[in-house]
């Protein structure tokens, strides 16, 4: 049970919304155009937190220390662009616990490793998002996560001391960060995790299995 909690963030791909059936129809468009056959979306969900790196590893097996990994990359960026909105969705419950945490009045932003390319027109895109009070991606710090930088950037914003925020996510980079930064972390099961992440390893404070649990690990003032 976390006490004198202030505001909580959220990672977005895999926490906030699922955003998987559109990465995935990038990462498998770049398959088909190349005259490979189509992967299913059970192939790349568990990726799809890791975004390009992710579908590319599982589309090729392609990893970025490969040549043409910026190419490919830049490449599943643009197909992704084009179809972004098209199939993700807010997870179930995500409205509901956002609500909530409205009501006890606590603040609530994102902080993802997506770049503002994406991220801006996505959150303004979809309402629930835009009510958040800040949204950090991943280049508007100098550090994307692990690096603290992004979640102390959206602390700052908020005014709110670190110590006294929740992160949660849905990938190891989240946790390393949200320790980093000296906040409460809380893993997020329900996205993308394959049967076969082991999120112990992790360290994160805690876990939840669906967004609605959240509530249950914060302490009513």
């Given amino acids: 049970m976390f006490n004198n909690i202030e505001a909580v963030l959220f990672d977005l791909d895999g926490t906030l919304i699922d955003s998987a059936p559109d990465l995935g ?36 097996g392609m ?14 960026f643009v197909n992704y662009e084009r179809r972004m909105t098209v199939s993700t969705s807010i997870f179930d419950g995500v409205a509901e616990m956002l609500e909530a945490l409205q009501l006890r009045q606590l603040r609530w932003g994102i902080v993802t490793n997506k770049s503002m390319r994406f991220t801006d027109p996505l959150t303004r895109s979809m309402p629930l998002l835009a009510a958040a009070e800040v949204v950090i991606s991943g280049d508007t710090t100098p550090h994307a996560k692990p690096h ?12 709110v001391d670190p110590g006294r925020c929740i992160y949660v996510g849905d990938d190891e980079r989240d946790i390393v960060a949200g320790h980093a930064a000296g906040m409460a ?14 999120i112990t390893r992790w360290n994160a404070h805690t876990s939840i299995n669906s ?11």
Wanted: aromatic share 8%; proline share 8%; glycine share 8%.
């Fill in 211 to 221: 967004p609605l649990e959240l509530l249950q690990r914060i302490a009513v003032a």
């Fill in 148 to 159: 603290p930088a992004p979640l102390l950037e959206a602390a700052r914003r908020l005014g």
């Fill in 25 to 60: 129809a990038a990462a498998d468009q770049m398959r088909t155009d190349r005259g490979l056959s189509s992967y299913s979306l059970d192939l790349y969900r568990p990726m799809a937190g890791a975004g390009a790196r992710g579908m590319l590893a599982q589309a090729f």
């Fill in 185 to 198: 972390t809380v893993a997020a099961t329900y996205g993308y995790l394959g049967a076969q992440t082991d």
């Fill in 63 to 76: 990893t970025p220390e490969h040549p043409d990994f910026p190419a490919m990359r830049e490449e599943f």
